[in-house]
C-alpha cells in the first residue's frame, strides 16, 4: 500500500501494489519497471481522453493485471483509503481474468490478486518517452514541464513549473511533493474526487508563499505536461497564484505568458534604475 507509485523500491518486486497515484501512463510505466506482480490505482476522474486509465491498456498489453479505483470513492493520493474505501471502476483483461469486476472493493479485489496467478509476458516494457519539456524554449524564467512532479530537480528553483501529476497531498508524509522554491506550479485535479483530494497541495503551498493553481480534469490530460500547458484551464488558485493574476475559468498557458509578461516587465524597470 503506497500513497505514489513513485514510492516503489525493490521490495514491491513481484508484489500486488495499492497505490494511490492516478492511473495515467506515467504510474503504469513506473508499475512495470518496478516489476509489479499487479496494481490498482486512483482512476483521477478519467479526465480528458480517459487518460486516468491509461496504464490499465499499458499494463494489458505486458500482461500485467491493473485496475482502477473510482475517484469519488478514495482519496487520491492516500494509500490507505484507497484499500478501506476504493471501489473498481475500470479493469484491464489480465485483471479480469483473475476475477476482478468494476464495483468490487479495492480490498476484495487485491485479494483475488494476491492468488491469481498471472500469464507469463515476453514483451519488454516499452522504453517511456521523455517525461520532461522545455515548454518555452527561450523564456527569461524557465518553464519546465514535468509528466511527474517526482521529476522536479534543484535546477528548477525558480522556475515556473508546469505538472501533469495529481494535486493531492501525499497522505503518510503529508508532503505537498514540492522539494525546491520555484515561482509558480500547476498540478491537474484529478477531477476533484472524494473530500476535493485532488486541490490538496494548494493551501500546503500557500502556507509557504509559493503560487500554485490546478487545471481541471476534463480540460487537460492527467500525466501529460504539454497537455496541462496546452489544453489547461484553471479550477482552483491559491491567494498567492491570485495575486499574481491566476483566476479560475482562465488557461493555464495565459497564466504563465502572464507571469513571463510581469517578469519582463519587472527587469526592465530594473534595468532602467541602474
Not at 501512463?25 to 519497471?33: E, F, K, Q, T
Not at 481474468?97 to 479485489?109: D, H, K, R
Not at 503518510?172 to 500547476?186: F, I, K, Y
Request: charged share 15%; glycine share 14%.
Amino acid at each position: 500500500m503506497l500513497d505514489s507509485i513513485t514510492k516503489l523500491d525493490a521490495a514491491h518486486a513481484g508484489q500486488v501494489v495499492v497505490a494511490a497515484s492516478h492511473g495515467g501512463a506515467y504510474p503504469g510505466y513506473l508499475a512495470a519497471r518496478g516489476g509489479v506482480r499487479a496494481v490498482i490505482l486512483n482512476d483521477a476522474g478519467l479526465g480528458k481522453d480517459d487518460a486516468g486509465i491509461d496504464a490499465l491498456a499499458f499494463l494489458a498489453a505486458l500482461g500485467i493485471p491493473a485496475a482502477a479505483a473510482a475517484h469519488q470513492s478514495a482519496r487520491i493520493g492516500d494509500g490507505a483509503d484507497l484499500l478501506a474505501s476504493g471501489r473498481l471502476s475500470r479493469i484491464n483483461a489480465p485483471a479480469a481474468g483473475a476475477g476482478c469486476q468494476p464495483g468490487m472493493a479495492v480490498a476484495e479485489a487485491a485479494q483475488r490478486l494476491r492468488v491469481h496467478r498471472p500469464l507469463a509476458s515476453a514483451i519488454g516494457i516499452p522504453t517511456q518517452a521523455e517525461a520532461r519539456h522545455d515548454l518555452v524554449p527561450g523564456a527569461a524564467v524557465p518553464v519546465a514541464g514535468l509528466d511527474s512532479v517526482s521529476l522536479l530537480a534543484p535546477g528548477d528553483r525558480g522556475a515556473i513549473v508546469v505538472t501533469a501529476s495529481h494535486g493531492g497531498v501525499l497522505a503518510q508524509s503529508g508532503s505537498d511533493s514540492v522539494a525546491h522554491p520555484v515561482l509558480a506550479v500547476s498540478f491537474h485535479d484529478a477531477g476533484g474526487g472524494k473530500d476535493d483530494a485532488g486541490y490538496g497541495r494548494l493551501p500546503l503551498l500557500q502556507a509557504r508563499g509559493l503560487a500554485a493553481v490546478t487545471v481541471a480534469g476534463h480540460s487537460a490530460r492527467i500525466g501529460d505536461a504539454r497537455s496541462c500547458y496546452v489544453d489547461g484551464v484553471l479550477s482552483r488558485a491559491n491567494a498567492c497564484a491570485q495575486a499574481l493574476g491566476a483566476r479560475e475559468g482562465m488557461r493555464l498557458k495565459a497564466f504563465i505568458a502572464g507571469l513571463l509578461a510581469r517578469h519582463e516587465h519587472t527587469h526592465q524597470e530594473t534595468q532602467e534604475d541602474v
